[in-house]
């Protein structure tokens, strides 16, 4: 199911610069599942043509509050009525001060007044507008109505001017859109979850690693930021942006994840072992880049601490045990070395990737799991984007247990992340 199947959302254009850029972000909505309806002010019509917001929302695209066509449907009542949120972007400082006055004079304010929907609204404007007095009052104002506001970014602009005042990204927005739309499952819970490879190092510039990229236990932190969460994110090196709200602790080596992830273990109601933790390490660190030699190299490992292991050892001696999940990645007896799995370290569920198809586990974006939980249910899934994966195992977690009281975590085998 795709993340915002059935979700009505209304998506107000106003006049500025920065109104193409939403043309992918309407595309995007419309890959979630979303249903999309665009209302431009005057202005923003003057940027990108309504006929661009129709082809791509494949709905009409609504200007003016007097259009004869709508008449009998009052378009600024029936629209605020059946849209279950309303993300105005780009929004003018005109447009803003509209709304922050409560002013009615264009069909996209009044549509937001008479609305229940949430209201997100993305400033995009030249920075010192931006800066000035009266703009941030009136942003403070629509914070006080309860509007999501969400802060520009700093850049340059196409004034040419340098400030706050961009549009941010469309990721930064999707995941507030997301979170608006949830149901906050996860509110006043914390989080725990890591993610990404290990680095363990034989020299200065090499290393023993593996092939995880992270994406799994990033789409899990995203998401449940979305639901509210606190989420803190221990990660090992990823190309991935940590997504907006973590708190996110960089790592390199098995060692250094366990000390900060043993460090956070009292304040996590929940804690994802997503990352592929480095089983073994070597013994002995060259400080000086190995030479070649003609008799090859032969190297000494040890063993890491098992992470996940010592969580499972530990956390009934809390009085509220967290719940906790852990990851493994088999290529082989999927089931039955995931359920030993569960056991041997006290999971409350593990979610077994299965690593044998090209098109699922490690470093790329979809994912076949299956979920195995502490009383023997079991839920298979089918190949999904790990986004999806990820809504749906905080779907089965939320759904069976009131959190915290079970467990999740993921295997440390160095082979278990993607
Ligand atoms: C080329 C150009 C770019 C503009 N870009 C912005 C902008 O990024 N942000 C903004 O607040 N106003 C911008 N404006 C000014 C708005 O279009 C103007 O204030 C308009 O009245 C906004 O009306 P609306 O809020 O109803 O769309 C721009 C104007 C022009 C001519």
Same mark, same amino acid.
């Given at each position: 199911?795709?993340?915002?199947?059935?979700?009505?959302?209304?998506?107000?254009?106003?006049?500025?610069?920065?109104?193409?850029?939403?043309?992918?972000?309407?595309?995007?909505?419309?890959?979630?599942?979303?249903?999309?309806?665009?209302?431009?002010?005057?202005?923003?019509?003057?940027?990108?043509?309504?006929?661009?917001?129709?082809?791509?929302?494949?709905?009409?695209?609504?200007?003016?509050?007097?259009?004869?066509?709508?008449?009998?449907?009052?378009?600024?009542?029936?629209?605020?009525?059946?849209?279950?949120?309303?993300?105005?972007?780009?929004?003018?400082?005109?447009?803003?001060?509209?709304?922050?006055?409560?002013?009615?004079?264009?069909?996209?304010?009044?549509?937001?007044?008479?609305?229940?929907?949430?209201?997100?609204?993305?400033?995009?404007?030249?920075?010192?507008?931006?800066?000035?007095?009266?703009?941030?009052?009136?942003?403070?104002?629509?914070?006080?109505?309860?509007?999501?506001?969400?802060?520009?970014?700093?850049?340059?602009?196409?004034?040419?001017?340098?400030?706050?005042?961009?549009?941010?990204?469309?990721?930064?927005?999707?995941?507030?859109?997301?979170?608006? !739309?949830?149901?906050?499952?996860?509110?006043?819970?914390?989080?725990?979850?890591?993610?990404?490879?290990?680095?363990?190092?034989?020299?200065?510039?090499?290393?023993?690693?593996?092939?995880?990229?992270?994406?799994?236990?990033?789409?899990?932190?995203?998401?449940?930021?979305?639901?509210?969460?606190?989420?803190?994110?221990?990660?090992?090196?990823?190309?991935?942006?940590?997504?907006?709200?973590?708190?996110?602790?960089?790592?390199?080596?098995?060692?250094?994840?366990?000390?900060?992830?043993?460090?956070?273990?009292?304040?996590?109601?929940?804690?994802?072992?997503?990352?592929?933790?480095?089983?073994?390490?070597?013994?002995?660190?060259?400080?000086?880049?190995?030479?070649?030699?003609?008799?090859?190299?032969?190297?000494?490992?040890?063993?890491?601490?098992?992470?996940?292991?010592?969580?499972?050892?530990?956390?009934?001696?809390?009085?509220?045990?967290?719940?906790?999940?852990?990851?493994?990645?088999?290529?082989?007896?999927?089931?039955?070395?995931?359920?030993?799995?569960?056991?041997?370290?006290?999971?409350?569920?593990?979610?077994?990737?299965?690593?044998?198809?090209?098109?699922?586990?490690?470093?790329?974006?979809?994912?076949?799991?299956?979920?195995?939980?502490?009383?023997?249910?079991?839920?298979?899934?089918?190949?999904? !984007?790990?986004?999806?994966?990820?809504?749906?195992?905080?779907?089965?977690?939320?759904?069976?247990?009131?959190?915290?009281?079970?467990?999740?975590?993921?295997?440390?085998?160095?082979?278990?992340?993607?």
């Amino acid at each position: 199911m795709p993340l915002l199947d059935k979700k009505k959302i209304l998506c107000g254009v106003t006049g500025s610069i920065a109104a193409y850029k939403v043309c992918d972000w309407v595309r995007s909505l419309k890959r979630d599942g979303a249903d999309v309806t665009v209302v431009m002010t005057e202005a923003g019509s003057r940027f990108v043509s309504p006929l661009t917001f129709a082809a791509l929302t494949g709905n009409k695209v609504y200007g003016g509050m007097f259009d004869p066509e709508d008449a009998e449907t009052i378009p600024h009542i029936s629209l605020a009525r059946s849209h279950d949120l309303i993300l105005i972007a780009p929004a003018t400082a005109q447009t803003i001060a509209r709304l922050a006055h409560g002013l009615a004079d264009d069909l996209l304010s009044a549509v937001v007044l008479a609305g229940e929907a949430k209201v997100v609204v993305c400033p995009a404007m030249n920075s010192k507008m931006y800066l000035h007095a009266a703009t941030q009052e009136n942003l403070a104002k629509l914070r006080k109505y309860g509007y999501l506001v969400i802060d520009p970014e700093h850049g340059s602009m196409a004034c040419g001017e340098e400030g706050p005042g961009r549009l941010p990204e469309w990721d930064q927005v999707r995941n507030s859109v997301l979170g608006a !739309l949830s149901s906050g499952e996860l509110a006043g819970k914390t989080v725990l979850v890591t993610a990404g490879p290990t680095e363990e190092p034989l020299d200065p510039v090499r290393f023993i690693g593996n092939r995880s990229s992270g994406k799994m236990g990033y789409a899990l932190a995203a998401r449940a930021v979305q639901l509210g969460a606190n989420v803190i994110l221990v990660s090992g090196p990823s190309v991935l942006t940590p997504p907006h709200g973590v708190a996110y602790v960089k790592v390199r080596t098995a060692s250094e994840m366990y000390s900060e992830v043993m460090a956070r273990f009292d304040v996590a109601d929940i804690i994802v072992k997503a990352a592929a933790v480095s089983d073994f390490r070597p013994v002995e660190v060259a400080r000086q880049k190995v030479k070649k030699t003609e008799a090859g190299l032969t190297i000494s490992l040890m063993q890491n601490r098992d992470i996940l292991h010592k969580l499972g050892e530990i956390k009934d001696d809390r009085p509220k045990p967290p719940l906790l999940i852990g990851f493994a990645a088999e290529s082989e007896n999927i089931l039955e070395n995931g359920r030993q799995k569960l056991q041997k370290k006290n999971l409350d569920y593990i979610v077994i990737n299965d690593i044998s198809a090209d098109d699922s586990g490690f470093a790329v974006d979809s994912n076949r799991v299956t979920i195995l939980d502490r009383h023997g249910r079991q839920t298979d899934l089918p190949l999904l !984007l790990k986004e999806e994966t990820a809504l749906r195992i905080w779907q089965e977690v939320l759904g069976s247990e009131s959190v915290p009281s079970g467990k999740i975590g993921q295997d440390e085998g160095a082979d278990n992340e993607q």
